[in-house]
C-alpha cells in the first residue's frame, strides 16, 4: 500500500513539473506580459525592449513577434527583427480592436 502510495505521490509531481514546463513555453502573439489578454501595457514593454530599458525573455520576444514570422529557429526571416517597432505598432492596434492577429 505504501508503495502505491509512494508511486502517485511520484506521478502527481512529474505532472505537475511537466505542466509547468509546458506553460512556460507557451505564448499568445502580442500578449507579451502573459496576462491572457493583448493591452497597451504589452505594446509598452515592445517599445521599452526597443528602447533597451527593459529585457524581454524568449518566450516574451516570441510573443512579441507579430509578423507571422515566430517559431522559426532563427527568430524570423531574414532581415525581420523578432521585436521591433513594427511589432509594438501591430500590437497597440490589436489591443484596441483596429486589427486582429
Known sequence: MARRKNYLVLLLAASLLLGSAAKSSA?????IDDDGVVRFADALLALRYIAGTEPLTAVQLDACNVNGYSGSPSGGRPGDPRCDITNAYR????????ITF
Open 27 to 31: 505564448f499568445a502573439l502580442g500578449d
Open 91 to 98: 500590437i497597440l492596434r490589436q489591443a484596441y480592436g483596429i
